[in-house]
């Protein structure tokens, strides 16, 4: 109950196109939904969070999309570029539990 | 505002040893966790420190233990090291006012158990 699963583990992509990562989740608990970015050699980094109060939260080219009633959530990036090559992670965290549960990582390359 | 700072960068540790790893909250932040990275098993969490309690912990063994002093700094310790625990540790810290507010990484201590 307390895992986060994420899909694909790796993703290739055009340079305009749009990239997809999913993540579902089992614990109805949790209440807050952030996804972040990780470059080689450096800590992940904050990209956009989301409330499971709304559906849809867009940030730039950065978008969450939120089912609570499947429970899943994806991050989409429009006209992805080269410099979005990354590993991406969702996570999700209980409002009382304190701690963030990650996804396993998407690693994103975003050919030119 | 300067980041978050973890010290060492690299370190390299034969099985058996023990280590300290350090943190640097960001200024007036009191909140420090500690993740533990690797290929396999992804971010895990160890535990959380504000105000010098621990507040959360993970499902990590007694080998690993933290502290935080008076000023927010964090230390993470591994004794008995073993190869397993071969990974990036990561500290991030927060405000400390809020249990949805933001997470902020540092770049992480790569360590290598041989």
């Known amino acids: 109950q307390q895992q986060v699963k994420q899909s694909p583990q790796s993703l290739i992509v055009q340079k305009g196109g749009i990239s997809i990562i999913n993540c579902a989740y089992e614990?109805?608990?949790?209440?807050?939904f952030p996804w972040y970015q990780q470059f080689p050699g450096k800590g992940p980094a904050l990209l956009i969070a989301i409330r499971p109060d709304v559906s849809e939260k867009k940030e730039g080219r950065f978008t969450i999309s939120f089912n609570k009633s499947a429970k899943q959530f994806s991050l989409h990036i429009m006209d992805s570029q080269p410099g979005d090559s990354a590993t991406y992670f969702c996570?999700?965290?209980?409002?009382?539990?304190?701690?963030?549960?990650f996804g396993q990582g998407t690693e994103l390359s975003v050919k030119p | 505002k300067a980041g978050v700072t973890q010290t060492p960068r690299y370190l390299i540790k034969t099985r058996g040893q023990q280590v300290t790893l350090s943190c640097s909250p960001i200024s007036g932040h009191r909140s420090v966790s500690w993740y533990q990275q690797t290929p396999g098993q992804g971010l895990q969490f160890l535990f959380e420190y504000f105000s010098e309690t621990q507040r959360n912990k993970g499902n990590f063994p007694g080998r690993f233990s933290g502290r935080q002093f008076s000023n927010s700094r964090s230390e993470m310790n591994v004794s008995t090291l073993e190869l397993g625990d071969s990974a990036l540790y990561l500290c991030?810290?927060?405000?400390?006012?809020?249990?949805?507010?933001?997470?902020?990484f540092g770049s992480g201590t790569q360590l290598s158990v041989l």
């Open positions: 614990n109805t608990a949790f209440d807050y």
């Open positions: 991030a810290s927060s405000p400390g006012g809020s249990t949805n507010e933001k997470l902020f």
């Open positions: 996570a999700a965290r209980r409002n009382q539990g304190g701690k963030l549960i």
